[in-house]
T-cell receptor, first 113, second 113 residues
């Protein structure tokens, strides 16, 4: 079974803090994604990566950056957390070889106070 | 601007009834249309998917109907069960680098026993 793990289920941070969200997949997948999920807005793509050290902006990249130094690990960074970044963050991966299926982690509920 | 519009936002169905969720899209370059199912506390998981060269795909009690000319697709859940209570997301992909998915806003389904 594909497993995508995220470093924290719940996180509480203060405004202005630098926040790191970590994601690890164990299936040697090429592609990795970060989404945020908000009620009534569905899943919105923040950033994705189709290879190690490669990254592309998604639909809502402002206020976020990412890092992919190793194939299995994809990190989302909030340089200076703000209250409007309070959300559920979901990481996903896909094989990238003839398959569109994305496998999701359980999510990190981030609250910025 | 949401590229995939999903309705309804929420749905209550009696056990044994048919649940129907609809999605519409604008971009005719989309070539893959999946549905994801998400239970509370879990990440979304692929339920069923279709490509635009077929008009219907069935897997057990779940059916996708696809209307290319109308740019619409829908999920039908036959004989709905309380265990089907979840949030359902439609999505679409162009299949460019990274196989990005664009998600609808989601439908919260509750099946009453």
């Amino acid at each position: 079974d594909v497993k995508v793990t995220q470093s924290s289920r719940y996180l509480v941070k203060r405004t202005g803090e630098k926040v790191f969200l970590e994601c690890v997949q164990d299936m040697d997948h090429e592609n990795m994604f970060w989404y945020r999920q908000d009620p009534g807005l569905g899943l919105r793509l923040i950033y994705f990566s189709y290879d190690v050290k490669m990254k592309e902006k998604g639909d809502i990249p402002e206020g976020y950056s990412v890092s992919r130094e190793k194939k299995e690990r994809f990190s989302l960074i909030l340089e200076s957390a703000s209250t409007n970044q309070t959300s559920m963050y979901l990481c996903a991966s896909s094989s990238g070889v003839g398959s569109y299926e994305q496998y999701f982690g359980p999510g990190t509920r981030l609250t910025v106070t | 601007q949401q590229q995939v519009k999903q309705s309804p936002q929420s749905l209550i169905v009696q056990k044994g009834g048919i649940s129907i969720i609809n999605c519409a899209y604008e971009n005719t370059a989309f070539d893959y249309f999946p549905w994801y199912q998400q239970f509370p506390g879990k990440g979304p998981a692929l339920l069923i998917a279709i490509r635009p060269d077929v008009s219907e795909k069935k897997e057990g009690r779940f059916t996708i109907s696809f209307n290319k000319s109308a740019k619409q697709f829908s999920l039908h859940i036959m004989d709905s069960q309380p265990g089907d209570s979840a949030t359902y997301f439609c999505a679409a992909s162009i299949g460019e680098y990274g196989n990005k998915l664009v998600f609808g806003a989601g439908t919260i389904l509750r099946v009453k026993s």
